[in-house]
């Protein structure tokens, strides 16, 4: 037996070997990616181990309360709490932590809402190691060192333990990310096994996730909590439920957990462990974790400035690859919009559309570069349209939390659609972004949009103006994918909607500014003042300066009302110098950071501004502000990203950026050119290889000189996604000179 032991110990050591061989000859792109940068000042990130787009996000809580934690974690916090498994990436919302482990020396407490009080530990950043799939950090009260790595469902926690007689694991249920325990169970199995599930309310109304943890060792001792509806060694049930398994270690003995989640039960969970995880081997599955990130990694290669600039430039990438994320089980059973229990069809079904901030750049870099991912999102919009009606505004956990205006699925399914993705069907989706448009929900009240073509302050009590100017966006939306279907109706009903920003436009100040139904100005009108739901005001975490720009279909006809191409530049220009360290409001509005003069990089609705200036026969301006934006806000550091990432918008902004160009309109399949921020960068596409080349690019040569695509000098404004689908090379000569 002991000779087959060894020859089986072996064999699994020489096929993890060839696997590391066969690693080493491609480009290990993850050694480029920093998953703390953005885990201090508000970046909102988190350092865990997750798979791309993957269910379980298995990593450090440090914090739970409050905005700093909303991802749980934060640089600053010197102790940990526990390793939960799910985590939001980059939100302005405290959310997750789900399902929480601590590894422990001794006898612990467990209290009823001590916020791990009794069983946390201090830790130093400097113990800290992450890569994509991968985290580990020592625990300094207990002489343990943590690892875990990931699976799309399922986690594998390594424990290194020192020699002890009460070696354990805590299991937290009551723990969570800013929400509170509703109703959660923990039962043993066996002497290695438990199963569970958390559900939960906060941020997120309703979610739940079910569990099944085995353990390599059994355990030899259950210490429950005591005051639960019911409690004993075997099962315990209620709303704060907590175990303390107990068994003996040697010095540096290595205790393995394997963690499955299900949205839909725990038989689920069960199944998609042992299916993701069947066997005990860290290596194997950290190593399974980093080639999955290097395959989605090696799609793009970059030239850059230098190793730092590559780091940020990788990072920026794996952070657009966190979310959506999954909730369907491998048989793709999963917990529904409407709470019940349904099946997908592709077994793929996913959660968490951040939608007001993702619309814009990010979901359009997906259909670019992951363009069967992207189709995954928009069939579970369209599903969730099918359950409950409605098609997500900001979903997380499949609740809708209305925390954000617009109704910004529209632009991604309509990008999706125009871009001739056939994997759903067309008719259901128009008639899905048409009675997003048409049908009164939450912050769509379109009996008083259409009476007055706009939203009145007086009969919409907060961010009238926002809402004006993001809903004409998605009308414009819906008038495209109308006009492809030849609905021609639908397309000039909708078309003349799109074009009610221009009842909000204030001629005197050159601003949008709110008004009531009797067609009033807002008096008296601060174009500085900071505004949000939670403040009330007409405004969404911006100012009239922030938003007088966002009318992204229409740029010419918003130039128009500037009069002239040099009067919307010389507006612009005041914009971006109008030194405001100091906003009124800015208390109450967290989000508007990385300031160049009132331009907000921290926050969504500016991220286009810097591009207007070249549809406005500007492009040095551009060029100008897309370099400052790269050298003031986006480092290779722990406190590098200068706000919240936002589900990877954030970052996204900045691959678009480095490769100079940006989609102003996300559907229009055009993109704004601006000044690439690297040498060269490769995409893989499926149809073939479409290359950036910045020649001569420098720190001084920031300017673009000429624009050369396919070797034809071109002076067009915009790249078509015709133009980049099927691969080609775009070249830009770069001058010290601002032409």
């Known amino acids: 037996m002991k000779k087959k032991f060894l020859l089986r110990y072996f064999f699994v050591l020489f096929i993890i070997a060839q696997k590391t061989i066969l690693t080493s000859f491609s480009q290990n792109l993850t050694k480029y990616v920093n998953p703390f940068i953005g885990t201090d000042f508000t970046g909102h990130t988190y350092p865990g181990a997750t798979t791309p787009f993957g269910m379980v996000q298995v990593g450090p809580d440090n914090g739970t309360d409050g905005w700093k934690f909303c991802s749980g974690y934060h640089t600053d916090s010197k102790s940990i709490m526990g390793f939960s498994h799910t985590h939001l990436s980059g939100t302005g919302v405290s959310e997750m932590g789900d399902i929480l482990f601590m590894p422990v020396i001794g006898d612990v407490e467990l209290k009823v809402g001590d916020k791990s009080e009794s069983y946390k530990s201090s830790f130093s950043n400097d113990s800290e190691i992450a890569s994509p799939g991968y985290y580990k950090v020592f625990l300094q009260d207990y002489d343990i060192t943590a690892e875990m790595t990931a699976t799309l469902r399922a986690a594998m926690h390594r424990y290194t333990y020192p020699e002890h007689t009460k070696a354990g694991v805590v299991i937290d249920l009551e723990h969570g990310i800013g929400d509170k325990t509703t109703e959660s169970y923990l039962r043993v199995i066996d002497s290695q096994t438990i199963v569970g599930m958390r559900r939960s309310s906060g941020f997120i109304r309703d979610h739940r996730y079910y569990f099944c943890a085995r353990f390599s060792k059994p355990f030899s001792k259950v210490v429950s909590l005591e005051d639960e509806i019911l409690s004993n060694e075997k099962y315990i049930l209620g709303k704060n439920t907590k175990f303390l398994l107990q068994f003996s270690t040697t010095d540096k003995e290595a205790v393995i957990i394997k963690v499955g989640l299900s949205t839909a039960h725990e038989k689920g969970a069960i199944k998609n462990l042992d299916k993701e995880i069947p066997g005990w081997i860290f290596e194997e599955v950290k190593l399974e974790a980093e080639n999955t990130w290097n395959s989605y990694l090696g799609r793009i290669e970059i030239e850059s400035f230098n190793e730092s600039q590559k780091i940020s430039f990788y990072t920026s990438l794996y952070h657009t690859l966190l979310m959506p994320n999954l909730v369907s089980d491998l048989d793709g059973s999963y917990s529904g919009w409407d709470h019940k229990l349904h099946k997908s069809e592709d077994g793929n079904m996913y959660t968490n559309f951040s939608l007001w901030d993702t ?127 030849n609905k021609n109706e639908d397309y000039n009903s909708f078309m003349k909607r799109a074009s009610n920003y221009k009842n909000i436009y204030h001629p005197g100040s050159m601003l949008v500014r709110g008004r009531n139904s009797k067609g009033e100005w807002r008096t008296p009108f601060d174009p500085f003042a900071l505004t949000s739901e939670a403040g009330g005001g007409d405004f969404t975490e911006g100012n009239a300066w922030q938003w007088t720009w966002h009318v992204q279909h229409d740029v010419d006809g918003l130039i128009d009302l500037f009069g002239t191409k040099d009067k919307f530049v010389q507006k612009l220009d005041t914009f971006f110098a109008t030194n405001v360290t100091d906003l009124p409001g800015q208390d109450l509005v967290p989000d508007v950071t990385g300031l160049i003069g009132g331009y907000s990089q921290g926050n969504e609705p500016s991220h286009h501004v810097a591009y207007l200036y070249t549809l406005a026969d500007r492009p040095d301006r551009t060029a100008e502000i897309v370099r400052e934006v790269f050298d003031r806000f986006y480092l290779a550091k722990r406190d590098g990203l200068c706000g919240n990432d936002d589900c990877g918008q954030m970052s996204a902004w900045y691959l678009f950026s480095a490769m100079g160009f940006y989609p102003i309109d996300p559907v229009s399949g055009e993109y704004v050119l601006g000044a690439p921020q690297a040498h060269r960068i490769s995409l893989k596409l499926p149809n073939g290889t479409f290359t950036m080349r910045a020649n001569k690019l420098s720190v001084k040569n920031k300017y673009v000189e000429t624009v050369r695509l396919n070797g034809k000098k071109t002076n067009l404004k915009t790249l078509k996604y015709n133009d980049i689908k099927n691969g080609g090379l775009l070249e830009f000569d770069m001058t010290n000179r601002a032409l």
Request: hydrophobic share 35%; charged share 20%; aromatic share 14%.
């Open 359 to 485: 619309y814009r750049a990010l979901h359009p870099f997906l259909s670019i570069m992951y363009p069967e991912n992207n189709s995954h999102f928009v069939k579970s919009m369209l599903e969730r349209h099918k359950q409950v009606g409605l098609l997500p505004t900001n979903e997380y956990g499949m609740c809708e939390t209305w925390c954000m205006i617009g109704n910004h699925a529209v632009p991604v399914i309509v990008d999706a659609f125009l871009k001739g993705n056939k994997s759903f069907d067309a008719e259901l989706a128009y008639n899905a972004v048409k009675h997003a448009q048409t049908h009164d929900h939450n912050k769509s009240d379109w009996t008083n949009y259409n009476r007055y073509g706009y939203f009145p302050f007086d009969k919409s009590s907060v961010e009238s103006v926002s809402r004006t100017l993001e809903s004409v966006y998605d009308d414009y939306c819906v008038a495209m994918m109308a006009k492809a279907l």
